[in-house]
């Protein structure tokens, strides 16, 4: 299950758990498409509760979506991920030294708080809110 919630206009919360097939897959990558399009400075909070391969149709629908998840990219500031799964946190760490702009932190699981609080903080120096 892909679950994408809007929970403030800079910040979306993305719950991953059991396994994902190609319906489920188009579905979540066109809702956080819609729920991104005005964002600037935005922030992503992504649990993954139990981690499953998706299905090979969700994985060609993600394929076919590259293009546009790309123009995700320059909407985002920071992504806190949380995961119990060692792999997954080397993963989220790695995948943020690849993408220019995004700066990704791993949480453990029930650190929920603490990984709010940091995507909370300021990263911009010069602006007073953050923003």
Known sequence: MLNIKKVSPRQINLTLSDRI???????????????????????ILYTIE???????GAILVEFQYIP??????????????LSNIEWIKTAARMEGML????????FALNDEAV????L?????PASPTGA
């Open 99 to 106: 993408l220019p702009g995004l700066t990704i932190e791993t």
């Open 68 to 81: 546009r998840l790309i123009t995700l990219l320059p909407r985002f500031d920071k992504c806190a991920v």
């Open 120 to 124: 909370d903080e300021a990263s911009n």
């Open 21 to 43: 097939d190609a319906i489920a897959m188009k579905s979540g990558l066109d809702e956080l498409l819609e729920m991104s399009t005005d964002m600037i400075g935005g922030r």
């Open 50 to 56: 139990d981690f499953q391969w998706p299905t090979p």
């Open 115 to 118: 990984a709010q609080n940091w």
